[in-house]
Nanobody, 124 residues
């Protein structure tokens, strides 16, 4: 079993930056595809970014391309999401997720493990 714990959320002004971290425990995640999703009030959970096991292949939602960067440190069993040029529409709860077979990336149903989420609020 894998436990995922997100941190780094908070309140930031439009144009600001935040770095989210996702620390995994219980099992090494080096072979997992790891993803970030977010959910705004009244909306469905949506894909933000994903990274394959090696870290060389990453995927971003169109809405965050050029602004968000996903990365991982397998030695530390941790995944990061660097967010820049934040906008009010980026507000939501951000979730870290792990896909054990490593095949999926944007479909939340393909992920096996989820964190509890961290709140990101971008003020205008």
């Amino acid at each position: 079993q894998v436990q995922l714990v997100e941190s780094g959320g908070g309140l930031v002004q439009t144009g600001g930056s935040l770095r989210l971290s996702c620390a995994a425990s219980g099992r090494a995640i080096s072979f997992y595809t790891m993803g970030w999703f977010r959910q705004a009030p009244g909306k469905e959970r949506e894909f933000v970014a994903a990274i394959r096991r090696s870290g060389r292949n990453t995927y971003n939602a169109d809405s965050v391309k050029g602004r968000f960067t996903i990365s991982r440190d397998n030695a530390k069993n941790t995944v990061f999401l660097q967010m820049s040029s934040l906008r009010p529409e980026d507000t939501g709860v951000y979730y870290c997720a792990g896909d054990a077979d490593g095949l999926g990336y944007e479909n939340p149903d393909e992920y096996d493990y989820w964190g509890q989420g961290t709140q990101v609020t971008v003020s205008s």
